[in-house]
């Protein structure tokens, strides 16, 4: 299988910051990367696929970059709403798995 | 609305069976294929299985391949997942989560979840 690292685990941030966070894949999947968002108590929402689509009603801040081996989720202005954990997930196999998890938080 | 929602979980000892559901509503369920994935607070979020629009199609993560059998009926708009031989790390929540585009073996990326049903694996 696939193993999808992210980094870091968590992330401590104010209101208003930008947040990078990186995922990387121990080997090459072209652009086949998504990113959620979970809240506790809560399904994963999909926010990025393909590596860099927004998906529909997501805001504009959150961006996605990358391709190959190394990802990033960008959230520029960072909002309430905005602290969850955030995960990467690969689907250029059909046992598609997830990194680790990115945990935001209010600093 | 569109909507899954998984029902079936409970506490079972280890070796025992279970068999989860996840009905469907709001869209056309035979359009899309379906995964189940679990989450667990150690290992995170894991995908278990997929089965394509129509049946025909099953695929399963090595973790569970001959214990878990994936399964729909396109007529009732509901998925299935039959566990078997249980065991301790199967303990989780199980989602049943939707493709956010259809087509018969489109798998990837999935846009619509249920809340889950938890599987308790304890003697």
């Known amino acids: 299988d696939i193993q999808m690292t992210q980094s870091p685990s968590f992330v401590s941030a104010s209101v208003g910051d930008r947040v990078t966070i990186t995922c990387r894949a121990s080997q090459g999947i072209s652009s086949w990367l998504a990113w959620y968002q979970q809240k506790p108590g809560k399904a994963p929402r999909l926010l990025i696929y393909g590596a860099s689509n927004l998906q529909s009603g997501v805001p504009s801040r959150f961006s996605g970059s990358g391709s190959g081996t190394h990802f990033t989720l960008t959230i520029n202005s960072l909002q309430p709403d905005d602290f969850a954990t955030y995960y990467c997930q690969q689907a250029n196999s059909l046992s598609l798995t997830f990194g680790g998890g990115t945990k935001v938080e209010i600093k | 609305e569109v909507q899954l929602l998984e029902s079936g979980g409970g506490l079972v000892q280890p070796g025992g069976s279970l068999r989860l559901s996840c009905e469907a509503s709001g869209f056309t369920f035979n359009n899309y294929a379906m995964n189940w994935v679990r989450q667990t607070p150690g290992r995170g979020l894991e995908w278990v299985s997929a089965?394509?629009?129509?049946?025909?199609?099953?695929y399963y993560a090595d973790s569970v391949r001959g214990r878990f059998t994936v399964s729909r009926d396109n007529s009732k708009n509901t998925l299935y997942l039959q566990i078997d031989s249980l065991r301790g790390e199967d303990t989780a929540l199980y989602y049943c989560a939707r493709p956010h585009l259809t087509g018969e073996n489109y798998y990837y990326y999935m846009d619509v979840w249920g809340r889950g049903t938890t599987v308790t694996v304890s003697s």
């Open positions: 089965i394509s629009g129509s049946g025909v199609g099953t």
